[in-house]
Each structure stands twice: as structure tokens, then as C-alpha cells.
């Protein structure tokens, strides 16, 4: 597993990591969609404290996350009961 040491800036610190090469355009999107956040939320509230900014992001990003959790667990049910419905009319056919 080849990684490779890059830094990646979030608000005014640089963090070293090291990251397989397959991950690294992800990481670095990750990254700038962070930056985009503190920065929307800097225009926005005119904040000038890192860590309030930095607590809103991670709020905001944890109910993207529930959302998207809570979406794929309706497409889940949803694929369920379509695949048992195929299978029983599949039984009936057979």
C-alpha cells in the first residue's frame, strides 16, 4: 500500500498526513469543501473565532450526515421490498 505525506489546510493550520495515493484527490476535496464551509460561515455571522467556526462546521456536517443516513436507510427499505416483491412474483411464475 503506497501513501503519500501531504498537508492539507484547514482554516489557519496545515496538518501533515499521510494518505494512500488513491485517497489523496478525495482528502484534498474534503479539505477545500471545509475551507468553503468556514468561510461561508465567517461571511455570513461575521465570526472571527476559529473555533466557533470550526464548531459550526462540524454541526453542519454531522446533520449532512444524518440526512444522507437517514435518506440511504429509505432507499435501503425501499430496495428491500422491491427485491421480495420481484422474488414473490418470480416464485409464482416458477
Request: proline share 1%; aromatic share 4%.
Amino acid at each position: 500500500m503506497d501513501t503519500l505525506a501531504i498537508k492539507i489546510k484547514i482554516g489557519a493550520r496545515e496538518y501533515p498526513m499521510r494518505v494512500k495515493i488513491e485517497d489523496e484527490s478525495k482528502i484534498r476535496q474534503a479539505g477545500k469543501l471545509i475551507n468553503e464551509k468556514l468561510r461561508k460561515y465567517k461571511d455570513e455571522f461575521g465570526l472571527d473565532d476559529n473555533q466557533d467556526l470550526l464548531a459550526m462546521v462540524a454541526f453542519d456536517c454531522m446533520v449532512e450526515a444524518l440526512e444522507t443516513n437517514e435518506a440511504n436507510a429509505g432507499d435501503s427499505e425501499h430496495i428491500r421490498t422491491s427485491i421480495l416483491n420481484i422474488n414473490a412474483l418470480l416464485s409464482k411464475a416458477l
